[in-house]
């Protein structure tokens, strides 16, 4: 039997030690473990049915130290480690919430909630009901009087039942039955909401029985009609396969060739996310969602924990049963079980990294929700911008936004719900509503006043969708206060005298309320900290809230919608912080009745003057359906904005890069797709080539070429290079190294290897030295030279093609192969040299992870490949988690590969972003004395995290011939020299050393064959 306190009389139990962070979000074994002791409080075999096993998120009073100590580097302080419970006894209306502790092995709290309490819907529960309908005796005998096609599909939607006062005590839903197409019946994926039925079956599901069947009135007042045989309609599709498609959109890539500017690292369940001066911590539950804590920029406080805390969709429609249609879809299902799994390329474009979670199916097993958050940057248009008119000089920066987001799926309706981060210290919070609408059946030729006739005989009635954020700031503390600016008119005086001064006047909150925005006089909410003033103006620091105007709550204030949504008839509440209230309609939706939400907080009129302070703010929209809206809605927008003020001492953006082309790499339209007057053939890249008539090679144009000048210029360029490189001009072989014993006990990250910039390029007579070539010999021949790394680029020739090409910007310029040949080539070196261990280096930006993946497996590389064990993998290793080449050479994973993006480590963990574990010194350079080992990618990270990475430094010269820049051959002897003259390889490589106090560990040249690299690499190795 179920006990609400642990009796004095228990046995002792060893406190268990758990290193997980306290807002880490609990793991499958806790959660198995936490089923566990709650099984063991019934007698066995006790069937229980489990709704909720989430963290149980301990009090501020502890974790504030803990958060503080952590930032401080201090020993950390211990915090038990507590799990939430709600649970059913199966087949049962007795309801019960529990607290686990699994530090100390108890149970501290177990009880059955009373009346009115109910726990939110789960996927099994609402598979069951839909069952239970279908198989109804009554149910079917009404779905006969219908006299349906032959071969008819039916889909139950089951609804949370919802609470008007009437016979509403026991867990019920109330169904909607809708029926597929008659052309796509076989099809589940037919659009069933665009032929709905007037059948409304009402299920008890502690009993999981039929208790009653609704008939929903069809005109234009509450009529009930008695089941009549179908009016054949036509349906309504979305999907594509049923669909003409558009064919003139042409693809739209995001690319990032250098890789992400944030860094995700992983504690366990928990994920802390780094980015432009932001700093977070990311958790996931069942009923919120994404929660975000201890937000930071700059190191300084901002926000301990936001969240969306609830929402709420009434209808308009006064008639039963639609009265009650009023859904908490966080409350009574939650946007953690409903997230999507996203997809690449779907739900969130350019480079992603995926954050996935682990939540409780109902027999309190681990259920695995995979990708359930997308985090990508995404380019946010112009950020700042001033041209001085004096000069024309114009300075101007690009906005880039860092986007966690988030898809849910609820029932008929999708919201796509993401934190957004700017530059600028501002973060937003946006919700995208998109789906379908919730449909019912009208007769035809009827309209009435609250819906819409979307398609024939269907109507979507007219609802709201009203969020509310739970924002718990720390505005560089936690005493912080609420207040709010208006802006009003200076009366008319001697001073005023023609009526247009205007003053903005600033209002304390001192006590727990709800607020409302005017906008007749710009009132803007802003929480502040009075102890912290600006060092500019002496004003305290804030955040202020920029939320849209919406139509609050319509339904009046005697309704049950309005009791049970207490959120939702203010723009703002401000309340005293309490560890247990984070729900804003309260802990239960689920037929609740009122009387627990944020409403009723507020009206304990608590001081919050310089306190803790917790704000919820609330903003929707009035849906009314436009038949535009159906099948699929487009997206409505809405976002919540929280801006910096008098928080800093300048525009915090006035540090980001500016915008230029060489960055950007935009291309005009116009020349884009405009062909030069010359002959020549368009390849399939969109690049024009031209037949030289006195040599082999083709002279390549590309596309934006502006002028047949320049065309012509590209060609005299290749010209030089015929030039250059006369008959009897034949490169330098290299020898063959031999095997280094003394360095297989040194870690792979201790030593310095020699590596070939672009290695498939070779400039050969073959291709009469082509300038675009970066090496003399082929990639066996380096290989068996002593190169270990090599790089490459690799693209698809077009958007078309299957493989991947090694290719210099576009395949016409230089082709260096295909990659499956490539990765042979090393496959065969690695067998031939058991010994050996070789890294590759790509840069492979828009080509989708799947193609490398595949040629890794063709090659049989996928398992010579080094994988680093998970706790080191998203940006952990460091200098001195990296193996000994003996132990890579001992467990066969004797290859290394970076990709410069799209790298997904969950899926293909031996292909690792080279951002996460090296960085690149500087390169185009020019001239000898411009060499540096200074970072200078990835570009987001500052020199202080050069312990913690591999070096790759860049040593390799260019030629500039009419404008253009092509690898510097003729002083190779001299820039891959073992001197100590500036610009030569030894020197380089020396000076590197001392600034990084270790040895670089990857040098990369080209034309290596030429000067003494391998005895640059032996110096820096002896010592």
Same mark, same amino acid.
């Given at each position: ?655 980001? =890069? ?5 960055? *950007?790499?935009?291309? $005009?339209?116009?020349? %884009? &797709?405009?062909?030069? /007057? !010359? ?80 290695? =498939? ?5 073959? *291709?009469?030295?082509? $300038?675009?070539?970066? %090496? &003399?010999?082929?990639? /066996? !021949? ?242």
């Amino acid at each position: 039997m179920a006990t609400q306190t642990i009796s004095d009389s228990l046995p002792l139990r060893v406190a268990k030690q758990i290193s997980s962070h306290p807002f880490a979000p609990v793991s499958s074994a806790e959660i198995k473990e936490s089923a566990s002791h709650i099984k063991a409080q019934w007698p066995t075999n006790t069937n229980l049915h489990f709704k909720t096993i989430t963290l149980f998120e301990p009090a501020k009073a502890e974790a504030v130290p803990f958060l503080e100590a952590e930032a401080a580097g201090h020993a950390l302080p211990h915090i038990d480690r507590r799990v939430f419970v709600t649970y059913y006894l199966r087949r049962t209306n007795q309801f019960h919430e529990a607290v686990v502790n699994l530090t100390q092995q108890v149970v501290e709290y177990n009880v059955r909630l009373g009346a009115n309490m109910h726990a939110p819907g789960d996927g099994d529960e609402i598979f069951e009901i839909e069952r239970v309908c279908l198989e109804d005796p009554g149910v079917q005998a009404e779905i006969a009087k219908l006299q349906l096609p032959e071969g008819s599909k039916i889909v139950i939607d089951p609804w949370i039942y919802g609470a008007d006062g009437v016979e509403d005590d026991e867990r019920m839903w109330q169904t909607f039955m809708y029926m597929r197409d008659p052309a796509h019946a076989d099809d589940p994926d037919s659009n069933h909401y665009a032929i709905p039925l007037s059948i409304s079956p009402v299920v008890d599901s502690s009993k999981m029985e039929v208790i009653r069947i609704d008939h929903m009135p069809t005109g234009k007042d509450n009529t009930i009609k008695k089941t009549q045989p179908w009016k054949p309609k036509a349906g309504n599709e979305y999907i594509s396969d049923f669909l003409e498609l558009r064919t003139d959109l042409k693809p739209l890539n995001v690319v990032q060739p250098e890789g992400t500017s944030f860094n995700v690292s992983q504690q366990g369940t928990s994920h802390v996310i780094d980015w432009q001066k932001w700093s977070f911590r990311v958790g996931f539950n069942l009923r919120e969602g994404m929660v975000l804590y201890n937000v930071k920029y700059s190191g300084r406080d901002l926000f301990y924990r936001l969240s969306l805390s609830d929402m709420n969709i009434p209808y308009a429609d006064p008639r039963h049963p639609f009265h009650k249609k009023s859904a908490f879809d966080l409350g009574d299902a939650g946007a953690g079980i409903m997230a999507n799994d996203l997809k690449l390329g779907c739900d969130c474009l350019g480079s992603i990294h995926y954050l996935s979670a682990v939540l409780n199916d109902d027999k309190g097993e681990p259920l695995d929700m995979p990708n359930v958050v997308c985090v990508h940057e995404q380019d946010a248009g112009i950020g700042w911008k001033h041209t001085n008119y004096r000069t024309g000089r114009a300075a101007i920066a690009r906005s880039r936004e860092l986007v966690l987001q988030s898809i849910i799926t609820v029932a008929n309706y999708e919201y796509i719900l993401a934190f957004m981060f700017n530059q600028a210290g501002e973060l937003t919070y946006e919700v995208r509503a998109t789906g379908i609408l919730s449909t019912q059946p009208i007769d035809d030729g009827i309209e009435v006043p609250w819906g819409t006739i979307v398609h024939p005989g269907v109507l979507a009635a007219h609802h709201q969708h009203i969020f509310s954020l739970r924002v718990d700031p720390m505005i560089d503390g936690h005493a912080n206060r609420l207040v709010y600016d208006e802006a009003h008119a200076m009366p008319r005086s001697d001073f005023n005298p023609h009526g247009t001064g205007y003053t903005v006047k600033e209002t304390l909150v001192e006590q727990s309320a709800g607020l409302d925005l005017d906008f007749d006089v710009n009132r803007t909410f802003k929480i502040q900290n009075a102890a912290v003033r600006n060092p500019v103006n002496g004003k305290p620091v804030a955040y202020k809230i920029h939320a849209p105007p919406f139509q609050k709550m319509i339904s009046d204030k005697e309704s049950f919608n309005y009791k049970r949504a207490e959120f939702a008839d203010r723009n703002i509440y401000a309340v005293k912080y309490r560890d247990d209230e984070l729900f804003s309609g309260g802990k239960y939706t689920n037929q609740s009745r009122g009387g627990t939400g944020v409403r009723s907080w507020a009206e304990r009129k608590e001081n919050i003057l310089d306190d803790d302070l917790v704000v919820f703010v609330q903003f929707g929209i009035n849906h009314v359906p436009r038949i535009e809206d159906f099948p699929v809605m487009p997206c409505e927008i809405l976002k919540v904005a929280f801006k910096p003020v008098n928080f800093f001492d300048k525009n915090p953006a006035i540090d980001v =890069p500016p915008s230029t082309q060489d960055f *950007n790499k935009s291309t $005009l339209v116009s020349e %884009q &797709h405009k062909q030069p /007057s !010359v002959e020549g053939k368009v390849e399939a890249n969109g690049c024009v080539s031209c037949e030289a008539p006195s040599s082999k090679f083709n002279c390549v144009g590309p596309m934006w070429s502006p002028s047949l000048l320049l065309f012509l210029l590209q060609c005299i360029e290749y010209s030089i290079a015929t030039a250059r490189h006369h008959d009897d001009f034949k490169p330098t072989p290299p020898g063959t190294r031999q095997p280094v014993p003394s360095l297989y006990l040194r870690r792979y990250s201790e030593q310095t290897f020699i590596g070939t910039h672009n290695a =498939p390029a070779i400039r050969t007579a073959e *291709n009469n030295w082509s $300038l675009s070539g970066n %090496q &003399h010999f082929n990639i /066996s !021949v380096q290989l068996n030279a002593g190169i270990r790394l090599l790089q490459a680029q690799g693209h698809r020739p077009n958007s078309s093609s299957d493989e991947i090409r090694l290719c210099l910007f576009n395949c016409a310029l230089m082709d260096g192969g295909d990659l499956d040949s490539y990765l042979l080539t090393v496959k065969d070196f690695l067998d031939a040299n058991s010994k050996e261990v070789v890294t590759l280096l790509f840069v492979n930006a828009g080509v989708d992870l799947r193609y490398w993946m595949r040629a890794y497996r063709n090659a049989g590389l996928d398992l010579m490949s080094y994988t680093p064990p998970l706790h080191l993998r998203y940006g952990n290793m460091r200098i001195a988690d990296w193996p000994t080449i003996a132990q890579m050479v001992a467990t066969n994973q004797r290859l290394v590969t970076f990709v410069s993006s799209g790298a997904n480590e969950a899926i293909a963990p031996y292909l690792l972003l080279e951002w996460r574990y090296l960085f690149e010194t500087n390169f185009g350079i020019e001239a000898p004395n411009q060499y540096d080992c200074r970072p200078a990618r990835p570009r987001w990270e500052p020199p202080w995290y050069v312990p913690d990475r591999l070096s790759l430094v860049n040593h390799f010269l260019y030629a500039k011939f009419l404008g253009f820049r092509d690898p510097n051959g003729s002083y190779a002897s001299t820039t891959n020299a073992a001197g100590f003259h500036f610009g030569e390889l030894s020197e380089h490589g020396v000076r590197c050393r001392g600034l990084y106090e270790r040895r670089p560990n990857f040098l990369l040249v080209d034309f290596f064959n030429e000067g003494d690299v391998f005895a640059v690499e032996k110096g820096l190795n002896a010592h």
